[in-house]
């Protein structure tokens, strides 16, 4: 489902997640890209991901729609009660984060049991070299992971 580009509100990611169908699906994409429904959004988002019972796969799509530290941990905390689900793909892309989203999304990441392909885009999020040893770290305890992408660029890293 592509809703990029459409002016959602919160108020039209919480419409989403309670009106989408998606008990019976395996595999869910959703591109939110360039909407500005910032962290009450992105809470609203993850209310639909319990209700996603039986998905293997997760294609997120959620750059530069207004979000902070705040709103990925509110996503990350219904992200995580996937445990089903075998691959998710990320893209959290041109929002601000820091040391707390990378934390909130290091939980979500160990509480998904079954996962085994990850592909996460940072890209341009302005994360420091605290947030991505953190992020290395939670890579690092992730031991049935087989397939690991991940696209940080353009970012405040050192370049030390």
Known sequence: LSLADTSMTADSCEALSAGLPCSDLKYLKLVLDRNNFGDDGMVAVGKLMPRATKVEMLDLRLGNVGKTD???EGLCLDLGKMSGLRELRLYMQDDKISLKAVEALGGAFMSM???RLLRINLDRTHMDDEAFAALCAIFGK??????????ARNNGLSSA
């Open 70 to 72: 705040a709103g990925v």
């Open 113 to 115: 049991k079954a996962l």
């Open 142 to 151: 992730l031991q049935d992971i087989t397939l690991l992408a991940l696209w």
